[in-house]
Nanobody, 113 residues
Framework: QVQLVESGGGLVQPGGSLRLSCAAS????????MGWYRQAPGKQRDLVAT???????NYADSVKGRFTISRDNAKNTVYLQMNSLKSEDTAVYYC???????WGKGTLVTVSS
């Protein structure tokens, strides 16, 4: 059984930082690229960033230069460091095994003063 469990969301002021974590169980982590996606209220779920098992990264234009995705293969964990947060970053953030059916349940990030 593959499980993806996100953590680290919360309320932060504009300009602040948060670090999200996604702990993965099962063989998925060593095989697949991993990604972070987000869904704001009333909007579709969009790609934020992906990282391959070799460490190559890809980012949505809206987060380039502010967010950093990384993975620790020894810990089966993928991270999303989010800096210079804006109100438009408010969303539920989901962890996903790219190319698989596996998604986490999400963690809410709220950017507000």
């Amino acid at each position: 059984q593959v499980q993806l469990v996100e953590s680290g969301g919360g309320l932060v002021q504009p300009g602040g930082s948060l670090r999200l974590s996604c702990a993965a169980s099962g063989r998925i982590f060593s095989i697949y690229a991993m990604g972070w996606y987000r869904q704001a209220p009333g909007k579709q779920r969009d790609l934020v960033a992906t990282v391959t098992n070799g460490g190559s990264t890809n980012y949505a234009d809206s987060v380039k230069g502010r967010f950093t995705i990384s993975r620790d293969n020894a810990k089966n964990t993928v991270y999303l460091q989010m800096n210079s947060l804006k109100s438009e970053d408010t969303a539920v953030y989901y962890c996903h095994g790219v190319g698989t059916l596996y998604w986490g349940k999400g963690t809410l990030v709220t950017v507000s003063s």
